[in-house]
């Protein structure tokens, strides 16, 4: 990688507040509302792929799909862009998108072994605005984790609009990553794209 030790660190908490929104999880036998019911779905399904013991760009693709699935890509990118979204042309915005799903899904084909075999237990929903938040707890090989997980309502079910983990929320996390690469390149978007790109050869 072009990158030193501290973007390796980086790019860990990364994927582990990236996958927390993906993780398998063993919840209740019936979710007490419609959010939580989405949530086990996506968790169910990740934790298939995850247990599967693969790696390597087959997983990977797999994973970007259920990223796509479920997940608010365009509005997670948008914001994590900040004020340079105005920046980006027109003709790269797809582009951008899609690398950074892919860039997720490297992420947690990377780690993958971290969130085999992973529990999730509901702790409480609640509505914040025109967001659903549930308040979780992650049970794994590390240890647990307080994960929280925002959902939006779309097309009369839900999409992941965000999710926290260690206290930081994933388009927090982005946005400082990128902001940092946008402002040494003094809004040139070629090294964060190529930063992006580098996930495909992890």
Do not use: C, H
């Amino acid at each position: 990688m072009s990158v030193g030790d501290d973007w390796r660190l980086s790019k860990r908490q990364l994927l582990i507040t990236a996958a927390a929104a993906f993780l398998g999880m063993n919840g209740p036998a019936a979710a007490s509302t419609a959010a939580e019911d989405y949530v086990t779905r996506i968790a169910k399904d990740v934790m298939n792929l995850a247990n599967q013991g693969k790696k390597g760009p087959a997983l990977r693709s797999k994973f970007a799909a259920l990223m796509n699935r479920y997940v608010n890509i365009k509005a997670i990118a948008d914001y994590a862009l900040g004020p340079y979204a105005r920046k980006l042309p027109a003709g790269k915005r797809e582009e951008f998108y899609q690398l950074v799903s892919n860039y997720a899904a490297a992420l947690f084909v990377y780690y993958v072994e971290d969130f085999r075999g992973t529990e999730l237990e509901i702790v409480s929903t609640s509505k914040q605005g025109k967001f659903t938040v549930i308040q979780s707890q992650i049970t794994g090989s590390g240890g647990r984790e307080q994960v929280r997980w925002r959902l939006a309502s779309s097309g009369g079910g839900f999409r992941v609009n965000d999710v926290n983990i260690k206290g930081v929320w994933l388009t927090i996390a982005m946005k400082d990553r990128f902001s940092k690469v946008l402002k040494a390149s003094k809004g040139d978007f070629g090294p964060l794209f190529a930063e992006l790109r580098e996930a495909e050869t992890w």
